[in-house]
Nanobody, 120 residues
Framework: QVQLVESGGGLVQPGGSLRLSCAAS????????MGWFRQAPGKQRELVAS???????NYANSVKGRFTISRDNAKNTVYLQMNSLKPEDTAVYYC??????????????WGQGTQVTVSS
């Protein structure tokens, strides 16, 4: 199995920055795409950003130009640098991985979530 552990959430003022990290561990053969999703109260979970093992990235329109996703393949870690944060970015942020173990490949590995609150 694959375990994902997130860190870096917290309370920040509008216009501020936060950096989220997510480290994957377990019996991993290969990690394909990794990504960040978020879920605000009363809303569906939505994709924020994703990155392939080769470094290709994809962003939600609402975060383009403000958020940057990156990964360190040697450390099985993905990062989300969030700048110019807005109150509407407030949500629980979840790390996701598409990974292969001895049991096969699955796109449904999730972290426990980390709260990001943007408020003055």
């Amino acid at each position: 199995q694959v375990q994902l552990v997130e860190s870096g959430g917290g309370l920040v003022q509008p216009g501020g920055s936060l950096r989220l990290s997510c480290a994957a561990s377990g019996s991993i053969f290969k990690i394909y795409a990794m990504g960040w999703f978020r879920q605000a109260p009363g809303k569906q979970r939505e994709l924020v950003a994703s990155i392939t093992s080769g470094g290709s990235t994809n962003y939600a329109n609402s975060v383009k130009g403000r958020f940057t996703i990156s990964r360190d393949n040697a450390k099985n870690t993905v990062y989300l640098q969030m700048n110019s944060l807005k109150p509407e970015d407030t949500a629980v942020y979840y790390c996701n991985a598409d990974a292969a173990t001895w049991q096969g490949r699955s796109p449904d590995y999730w972290g426990q979530g980390t709260q990001v609150t943007v408020s003055s």
